[in-house]
């Protein structure tokens, strides 16, 4: 049973253009979500999070869009950059304390 | 300010042997999570540590035990090893329960 889904395994986009990044939940207990970018032999990095309370945060060119009723987040990046290129993970969790579930990730592939 | 910092980087075992990674967090965390990623997976949580006792567990059998040091450095040991457990293992630590997780570079097991 995976309550992170991440649909799409990869996206490739032009250098410049809007990267948008989607993941879906199931568990409406959810009520706290973050992004990590991982490049290949490194570690995942934390991006963005965003809390149940609110539906948009921005930082830098990034911005993560949280819609509850559809149980639906979003990560977009603007503009993308060839170092963005990575294997972006979706996590959430519920209740202080609980482990974060990751969803599978998608490829990012920005071309020059 | 040091990250997150796991030993060994690679490690290579035979089925039935017995393994134990090492994982010291990020100053001034007290939090340290274990994941396991497998080939085209998102992480998949092992279990969490918090003041020398293991407070959460995911589905991984018995086999899979940990350890919290005073220092807050963590161990994870994996013992009756099968083909299956060949991954890459990520340690990830946070301010405290629930707060955002930040990840070592992982120990790629390769079980033969």
């Known amino acids: 049973d995976q309550q992170v889904k991440q649909n799409s395994p990869s996206l490739s986009v032009q250098e410049g253009r809007i990267s948008i990044l989607n993941c879906d939940y199931t568990n409406s207990m959810f009520d706290y979500f973050l992004w990590y970018k991982k490049y290949p032999a490194e570690g995942p990095t934390f991006l963005i999070s965003?809390?149940?309370?609110?539906d948009k945060n921005e930082d830098g060119r990034f911005t993560v869009f949280l819609n509850k009723s559809a149980k639906h987040l979003s990560l977009h990046i603007v503009p993308s950059q060839p170092g963005d290129s990575a294997v972006y993970f979706c996590a959430a969790h519920h209740n202080y304390g609980q482990n974060f579930v990751f969803g599978p990730g998608t490829r990012l592939s920005v071309l020059p | 300010d040091a990250g997150v910092t796991q030993s060994p980087t690679h490690l290579i075992k035979t089925r039935g042997q017995q393994v134990t990674l090492r994982c010291s967090p990020k100053?001034?965390?007290?939090?340290v999570s274990w994941y396991q990623q497998a080939l085209g997976q998102g992480p998949q949580f092992i279990f969490q540590?918090?003041?020398?006792?293991?407070?959460q567990r995911g589905n991984f059998p018995d086999r899979f035990s940990g350890h919290q040091f005073p220092n807050y450095s963590s161990e994870l040991n994996v013992n009756a090893l099968l083909l299956g457990d060949s991954a890459l293992y990520l340690c990830a630590s946070s301010l405290a329960l629930g707060e955002t997780q930040y990840f070592g570079p992982g120990t790629r097991l390769l079980v033969l």
């Open positions: 540590y918090y003041e020398e006792e293991e407070r």
């Open positions: 965003i809390s149940s309370i609110k």
């Open positions: 100053s001034g965390h007290d939090t």
